[in-house]
């Protein structure tokens, strides 16, 4: 009798594509710096959505390797979004700011639980975290504890912070039905993942002072206090939309901390 030829080994598994979005309005001075700090093992493609910028940001990030899309229309949310779509198929979405603020070095700590299949949305919370001093003010902190509060008491879900640094899953984020394209984006994320009933996990992050430019909203009053209704009015509205609302205990079993 012939004998049998060897079985096919098993293919590896493939890795999960990971896209990095970076949304940006005239952040030339530390966009470079964030690009390279970036861990390229993990990440597949870094994607800066600009939104008009005045300066060299664009020409800065590209020159540091990054995908620029520009999206002509203002607006933090807008910027988000953009950035989303042109993830493609990418499998996880890690969005952090441009401002040299969050910490890229520590993506690989945000996508772990991701990658091991228990969570769907994590999130980085600075007021739980390291912070440099003068890196947050009294104001960004305590609307990150009331919005917590809020969201808890309609969802069962309490976050510390609206922190920007954060990883989803593409497919629980097209889910999600974004429609905030302002400052409100990060809360409306955070509102609609709670209702959706996504696996959350909010973990420490390391937070620092900006590496450049001035801040869009902690940087003037003006901005303060814009960036501020417009907060009230994204949860104003999401918490308003008729959702069929999830049972006590299908709503507290899915958050945890780290």
């Not at 009230?232 to 999401?238: D, E, K, S």
Request: proline letters at 5%; glycine letters at 10%; aromatic letters at 4%.
């Amino acid at each position: 009798m012939a004998a049998r030829a060897p079985a096919p080994a098993a293919a590896e598994p493939r890795r999960p594509r990971v896209a990095l979005v970076i949304p940006t309005l005239n952040e030339e001075e530390p966009i470079g710096e964030v690009i390279r700090a970036v861990p390229r093992d993990l990440v597949d493609d870094i994607i800066v959505a600009d939104s008009g910028s005045g300066d060299r940001t664009v020409e800065r990030a590209r020159a540091a390797g990054a995908r620029v899309i520009v999206e002509r229309r203002r607006g933090y949310g807008r910027a988000c979004a953009a950035g989303a779509k042109a993830a493609g198929e990418s499998d996880i979405i890690v969005f952090l700011d441009g401002d040299g603020s969050d910490r890229p070095e520590l993506v690989p700590k945000l996508l772990a639980p991701i990658l091991a299949g228990t969570h769907d949305f994590v999130i980085g919370s600075r007021t739980r975290g390291e912070r440099e001093p003068g890196s947050m003010n009294a104001l960004q902190i305590a609307a990150g504890y009331a919005a917590g509060t809020l969201t808890r008491f309609l969802y069962g879900v309490a976050y510390s912070d609206m922190c920007a640094f954060r990883a989803v899953r593409s497919t629980s984020l097209d889910r999600l039905g974004m429609r905030e394209m302002t400052y409100g984006w990060n809360l409306e994320m955070q509102m609609r993942a709670a209702r959706a009933g996504l696996r959350i996990l909010e973990i420490p992050v390391a937070y620092r002072r900006r590496l450049g430019g001035a801040s869009k909203v902690s940087g003037s009053v003006a901005g303060t206090i814009k960036a501020a209704l417009r907060l009230g009015l994204t949860f104003a509205r999401v918490a308003l939309e008729r959702q069929p609302r999830l049972a006590p205990q299908a709503r507290d079993a899915r958050v945890t901390e780290e």
